[in-house]
């Protein structure tokens, strides 16, 4: 039974970082793509970010490029999302997701198993 967990969020003051978790089980994790979504109050689901099986390729939406960075520890079976210089638009519930293989897609179809999520709020 695949598990998503994920972990790190808080509240944080604009500027700040965090780092957020997503342990996964249930699976062989090296063989699956992972992503990161998020969602607003009174917004709809937004793709963050996404990396490939091994980490071979990534994408970043255009709102978190160059702060957020996506990674993964395929030994600890983890993935991370590491979030500097945070807006208060970056507000928002934030999953990770397990890929239905190990190249990632932009359609969240493609997502087959989704975690609980983790609340981040940036706010002064």
């Known amino acids: 039974q695949v598990q998503l967990v994920e972990s790190g969020g808080g509240l944080v003051q604009p500027g700040g970082s965090l780092r957020l978790s997503c342990v996964a089980s249930g699976f062989i994790f090296d063989m699956y793509a992972m992503s990161w979504a998020r969602q607003a109050p009174g917004k709809g689901l937004e793709l963050v970010s996404y990396i490939f099986s091994d980490g071979s390729d990534t994408y970043y939406a255009d709102s978190v490029k160059g702060r957020f960075s996506i990674s993964r520890d395929n030994i600890k079976n983890t993935l991370y999302l590491q979030m500097n210089n945070l807006k208060p638009e970056d507000t928002a519930l934030y999953y990770c997701?397990?890929?239905?293989?190990?190249?990632?897609?932009?359609?969240?179809?493609?997502?087959?198993?989704w975690g609980q999520g983790t609340q981040v709020t940036v706010s002064s």
């Open positions: 997701a397990k890929g239905r293989g190990s190249w990632a897609q932009l359609k969240f179809s493609e997502y087959d198993s």
